[in-house]
């Protein structure tokens, strides 16, 4: 068995950086350009400055998806308590807390407050 070489011509590669570069996901990234998503991930591993580049847009691409996420389902979801909101199926209410707890704290200390004290018992 022979493994095929892994041939990237300067078009693709330069579509893949630019994709890389604004914080998207392997999984759109891989879709849009017809590569593997293992592809991506050892292109990154070789470049590790294009790597902490992409890390950096895409987890603050992640932040304003979960930011807005969270906002929506508190507009769709006036009054409810944190454990229903918990409940509610993609909600991401998890994540804030461990990647974003300044914003957290600053959007809702009455719930931060909240939240810190359960944890604490």
Do not use: C, M
């Amino acid at each position: 068995y022979k493994r095929r070489p892994r041939v990237l011509n300067p078009q693709t590669e330069a579509q893949l950086r630019h994709l890389l570069e604004a914080g998207e996901t392997r999984e759109l990234i891989a879709s849009t350009l017809k590569i593997r998503k293992a592809f991506i991930k050892d292109y990154l591993a070789d470049t590790t400055t294009l790597r902490d580049i992409w890390n950096k847009a895409n987890h603050a691409k992640k932040i304003e998806e979960y930011r807005s996420r969270f906002r929506q389902l508190l507009k769709d979801h006036p009054n409810v308590s944190l454990k229903k909101l918990k409940q509610i199926p993609g909600n991401g209410i998890q994540w804030l807390p461990r990647n974003d707890p300044k914003w957290l704290e600053s959007t809702l200390p009455s719930l931060w407050k909240r939240e810190i004290s359960a944890v604490d018992k």
